[in-house]
């Protein structure tokens, strides 16, 4: 649809516009920032990079489309006040009715104006300042108490609009005019960062400078712009939240305290934002630290499992005062010796299941909050949900008119219900990744920790249900995956199969033709991935699945990855998520002997990623935008040696997957609308570790493998990797993901697309072991320990079986059998493995172990076979490996 053919839009037009665009603005130039602010509102116009003019932060192609009332713009102020003693909050916005602001002289500002008239009876006076402060551009606000009363203000927020709306741009246009940001939620720590989509040159970090902590993020809903899949919507910066916890977020536990601030009459109080850049995205950290502010890096990240030992980091110019856990038994903090250049050191260890924070105070009084998940051991949390799968979730009806028994179905953790009937047919239908992620997450589970009575279940799924139902195997469909096995047709059931409390007059209720439809090719690496997991079992352990040969199962996976491309290839040209699958599976062809199968299945997606080649950003979708197609891309660019596609990947990777203090956004890949198509409250919102976290993990971690001083690299991909756990409850049932709204803050209700992260982290989980020059040893995911040249981690990832020791650029992994330890001997190089006796308390006839080609060690006393992997007696302890 066309710009100005936009409903929407035309209705605007209809509309007076009130922002004055026509009475001109003034031009200012800042060290970094080429600055144009409106007369007549003093909002910001645009603001652009001195080093790049054709590029705004702001949405400049919107400017006079939203030139309307009640459209929120950089500059514009939200409040909430009331007298003291009364009840009631009365709400103000400078956006809500245009009038010209009041201009005031004042020679340390830019410009700055009387702004209480634009927002409507307020009884304070209220004045804003733009100003140039030693090169850099600060928003202030000065609000004066003009009565004879109290005023307590309990709630104020300052609109961050910048051009994060992709409305008619293609993907090049949206990676060179749009932005993303994401917030660090740590009061007087806190930050925003502004990031372009390629995820190059600098990035805009919006500061707190005097009174601004940042206590919450709140989507701005009022603003009429509308949000879709390619517009998130804006968020305010809201420095006192009190007003706001009493009414529209009423008994939703915050991130952090909700404030307010009293004004006694005659009193005033300024609050102001800074605007800085950091030279890139990886250099943020830095620039934090040049600008003296404190900043907090948690290792392994800040998803906390209960048996991990974890280090927090504080960098500050002031003291630290106080540090304490909120709640007060959720963590126990222990001071460490400063680093050499003196930062802060704690040891962090979880005691209690649940949010967590720890509160910093300052000596000059200002507060910092990290904000901690700690969940169970991650073998823990991924046995809990295999049961919670193959348990509560386990569908037999041998009645369902749908074939859908066996399963796993879909479900509503509010309800406690198996969702057979939804108005959005792939949820009950098996597919799709609402639909499929239950089951994909159930098998994909086997892979880390195999339990013999939830696989049975799953082979009688495999063979009765998914594979001749979900998937065909005959005819000229063969291996074609349809859309769900549910499908509204009430005319062709009988009476009483469909709920009348459903409304079906949607699109989404698919008949049985479109349900039947074969050509979307996202749902292949779900069917694909099932059967390769099914070969692994049947290849590496004598009695999990015995009823076909190993290579039915391999073959099937590569049958059904040339069936996406044959049968749904109008999708196929894009990168699908769980795309890794693919390689694997050629792998395994090509370890395996399977010639003829590797070489098609090779030239298959050669072409693929050849396509890939000549797009300059090649990540698209069936979605205008997406962060699930990056996986595969990355993945198969690097394989063919495509390494400045690979490279663009990873950019834009990093711009949407951001490291901070907090365990929601931490690694957190984008993703905001996915609510709508595999959530049980539907809406457009900023989902918090939704199945991109995992998936892009994978990119990263690969390329930190690659790069192992980049430990930037690492702690990013090491968040996403862990966001696929951060979200299961303690009795194991896995969410689509957790609410970022102020007024929710909570898992969403249903199973959802859960299990497409889960892969994730069953394909990628690792211990990372790491000498970083300032903090010294660290491990991952791992519990290390030092003694003098020796460094001992105890292994503690679900499945125990890879490790990275980034000083000798050593990858081990075992295909069979549990490292239970990891030694390695800084002096002679030597590294020590000691293994669990069984897996998962499954004997095993070998253990099957590798090392990466790049390291240059060895087993000893061990050859490797014909496929490149070490065959380990079961029952031996351990084994040393040797530096060649």
Avoid: C
Avoid at 376 to 392: I, P, S, W
Avoid at 481 to 498: H, I, N, R
Avoid at 591 to 605: C, I, P, Y
Avoid at 802 to 825: C, H, M, P, Q
């Amino acid at each position: 649809m066309g710009f100005t053919q936009n409903p929407f839009w035309e209705e605007v037009k209809k509309q007076p516009a009130t922002l004055g665009i026509d009475k001109g603005s003034k031009d200012f130039k800042l060290t970094n920032f080429n600055l144009s602010i409106l007369n007549s509102s003093q909002t910001v116009a645009s603001l652009k990079l001195k080093t790049d003019s054709k590029f705004d932060y702001t949405p400049d192609e919107l400017l006079n489309k939203r030139d309307r009332d009640k459209f929120f713009h950089l500059g514009d102020l939200n409040i909430s006040i009331k007298p003291v003693g009364s009840s009631d909050w009365k709400n103000y916005s400078s956006s809500t009715k245009r009038v010209d602001v009041k201009p005031i002289i004042d020679k340390k500002s830019l410009v700055a104006a009387n702004i209480s008239a634009a927002l409507g009876d307020i009884p304070l006076q209220v004045n804003r300042y733009w100003q140039n402060i030693n090169g850099d551009l600060v928003l202030k606000f000065e609000i004066k108490n003009t009565t004879k009363s109290k005023y307590e203000i309990g709630a104020l927020g300052i609109p961050m609009i910048f051009n994060n709306n992709l409305d008619w741009k293609n993907l090049d246009t949206a990676h060179m005019d749009n932005v993303f940001f994401d917030p660090y939620i740590g009061k007087d720590a806190g930050y925003l960062q502004v990031n372009r989509l390629h995820g190059n040159g600098p990035s805009l970090l919006v500061l707190p400078y005097e009174n601004a902590g940042f206590e919450a993020y709140n989507p701005l809903n009022s603003d009429p712009t509308p949000r879709s899949i390619t517009f998130e919507g804006f968020h305010e910066w809201v420095i006192h939240s009190k007003a706001y916890a009493e009414t529209e977020w009423k008994g939703v536990e915050q991130w952090n305290t909700p404030t307010s601030t009293i004004l006694k009459p005659g009193q005033s109080k300024s609050f102001a934002l800074r605007f800085v850049l950091a030279p890139s995205i990886k250099q943020i950290e830095n620039e934090l630290i040049r600008q003296q502010r404190p900043i907090a890096v948690g290792v392994s990240g800040y998803v906390l499992p209960i048996n991990n030992t974890a280090k927090l980091f504080v960098k500050s110019t002031k003291a630290i005062k106080k540090i304490q856990s909120y709640p007060a038994d959720a963590l126990e903090l222990r001071k460490e010796p400063n680093t050499a250049n003196k930062w802060d050191n704690y040891t962090v260890k979880g005691k209690k299941w649940g949010r967590a924070r720890v509160d910093i105070t300052y000596e000059d009084g200002s507060l910092q909050t990290v904000h901690y998940k700690v969940i169970k051991a991650e073998k823990d949390v991924v046995k809990d949900l295999g049961h919670f799968l193959t348990t509560v979730q386990w569908y037999e009806n041998p009645n369902d008119l749908f074939g859908r028994s066996p399963s796993v179905i879909s479900y509503d953790y509010e309800t406690k219900s198996h969702i057979t009937q939804e108005k959005r047919a792939w949820y009950a239908g098996l597919s799709d990744e609402a639909g499929a992620a239950s089951w994909l997450a159930a098998i994909m589970k086997q892979l880390l920790q195999p339990q013999p009575e939830e696989i049975n279940k799953l082979k009688r799924f495999a063979n009765e249900t998914m594979y001749g139902r979900i998937q065909h195997k005959e005819g000229k469909n063969k291996y074609g995956v349809v859309k769900s096995l549910f499908y509204y047709e009430p005319d062709s059931m009988p009476a009483g199969t469909y709920s009348a409390d459903i409304n079906y007059k949607t699109w989404s209720a698919w008949p049985k033709k479109e349900a039947d439809n074969i050509g979307r090719s996202y749902n292949y690496p779900h069917v694909a991935a099932a059967h390769w997991v099914l070969y692994k079992l049947s290849r590496n352990y004598t009695n999990l699945v015995t009823e076909e040969g190993w290579s039915n199962y391999l073959r099937r996976a590569y049958h059904t990855a040339i069936a996406m491309v044959e049968k749904a290839p109008y999708y196929a040209q894009f990168g699908q998520m769980e795309g890794s699958v693919f390689l694997f599976i050629l792998q395994d062809l090509k370890k395996e002997g399977l010639t003829t199968e590797a070489n098609h299945l090779e030239s298959t997606m050669r072409k693929r990623a050849e396509h890939w080649r000549t797009l300059n950003y090649p990540f698209g979708s069936e979605m205008p935008w997406d962060s699930t197609g990056q996986e595969e891309v990355y993945i198969w660019s690097k394989y063919f040696g495509f390494n400045d596609k690979a490279l663009v990947t990873l950019n834009a990777i990093l711009a949407y997957m951001p490291t901070v203090p907090h365990w929601g956004y931490n690694g957190s890949a984008r993703r905001y609308w996915d609510f709508v198509y595999g959530g049980k409250l539907s809406r457009i919102e900023r989902q918090l570790h939704h199945y991109g976290s995992a998936l892009n993990s994978i990119p990263v971690l690969h390329e930190y493998r690659n790069n192992p001083n980049d430990f930037y690299l690492l702690r990013v991909g090491h968040a996403g990797m862990m966001g696929a756990l951060a979200n299961v409850t303690e009795d194991g049932f896995g969410p689509a993901a957790f609410h970022s709204y102020p007024s929710t803050l909570a898992n969403d209700g249903i199973s959802g697309d859960y299990g497409s992260g889960f892969y994730g982290y069953a394909v990628n989980s690792g211990t990372y072991i790491v000498k970083h020059p300032e903090f010294g040893w660290l491990a991952f995911s791992g519990n290390l320990t030092q003694q003098q040249h020796n460094i001992s981690v105890e292994v503690t990832t679900s499945s125990q079986a890879r490790v990275f020791l980034a000083e000798e650029n050593l990858w081990v992994t075992t295909e069979v059998g549990e490292i239970s330890k990891f030694i390695y001997d800084e002096k002679t190089k030597d590294v020590t493995l000691t293994f669990n006796s069984t897996v998962n308390n499954i004997e095993i006839d070998n253990i099957i172990l590798s090392l990466n080609q790049e390291s240059d060690y060895k087993v000893e006393s061990y050859s490797k076979n014909s496929s490149g992997r070490y065959l380990i007696p079961k029952g031996t302890s351990s084994i040393k490996l040797k530096k060649i």
